[in-house]
């Protein structure tokens, strides 16, 4: 079964700039989770999405952070303009169903850097 | 705002002794607790997961759940090496709508001396 992919892995912007996440959950995997991690922290929930709508944005800075899942599969998560703050690792997970109480599957990770 | 609390550490452990970890929630409404391992680098990885009071055993894993006290541990046993990782506890509380995500700790950085 392949996993979560995610690109890029690594990626640094000045301030002010713009960058987008991509994410491929595993194949069959309905629920589809954008986490934030910053360095020496948990991984902080942005978005949550069941097939392509989403379930729960709550933590998700609205003002430059966007994220969509056109058909159910791939997921998009976006930043414009990125602050200095927005340095950290998002991570993409996935699970059958909603939250498969707690079977996330997390892809690697995109590094960002706001310089 | 639903918290989880765990000791930074480092907890430094000495190969093949019990390692023990602790987290506590804020929301009496979590339902599910789960354990989850995240090497330097790497991204998490689901090791333990508990749903009742009491404890549950995987291998060298226990994890130990006490609602009233809104308390999670996770005790590895024999500890070895490979064990040296992050360990975040991760809460989920039921929430209307079909919301689930999962609220972590900051995590337990675990060094086991060889």
């Known amino acids: 079964e392949a996993g979560v992919a995610q690109s890029p892995r690594y990626k640094i912007i000045e301030k002010r700039q713009s960058v987008a996440f991509w994410c491929n959950p595993i194949s069959g995997h309905a629920t589809l989770y954008w986490y934030q991690q910053i360095l020496g922290q948990g991984p902080k929930l942005l978005i949550q999405?069941?097939?392509?709508?989403?379930?729960?944005d709550s933590q998700l800075p609205k003002d430059r952070f966007s994220a969509e899942r056109l058909k159910g599969v791939d997921s998009t998560l976006k930043i414009q303009p990125a602050k200095l703050e927005d340095s950290a690792v998002y991570l993409c997970?996935?699970?059958?169903?909603?939250?498969?109480?707690?079977?996330?599957?997390f892809g690697a990770g995109s590094r960002l850097t706001v310089l | 705002q639903k918290e989880v609390e765990q000791n930074s550490g480092p907890l430094s452990v000495p190969e093949g002794a019990i390692a023990s970890l602790n987290c506590t929630y804020s929301?009496?409404?979590?339902?599910?607790f789960f354990w989850y391992r995240q090497y330097s680098g790497k991204s998490p990885e689901l090791i333990m997961s508990?749903?009742?009071?009491g404890d549950k055993e995987d291998g060298r894993f226990t994890a130990q759940l006490n609602k009233a006290s809104q308390y999670v541990s996770l005790l590895i046993r024999d500890s070895q090496p490979s064990d040296s990782a992050t360990y975040l506890c991760a809460v989920k509380a039921y929430s209307g709508g079909g919301a689930d995500g999962l609220t972590f700790g900051k995590g337990t950085h675990l060094i086991i001396q060889p």
């Open positions: 929301d009496r409404g979590s339902q599910s």
């Open positions: 999405f069941q097939n392509n709508g989403v379930v729960d």
């Open positions: 997970a996935s699970s059958l169903v909603r939250a498969a109480v707690g079977v996330l599957t």
């Open positions: 508990i749903y009742s009071n």
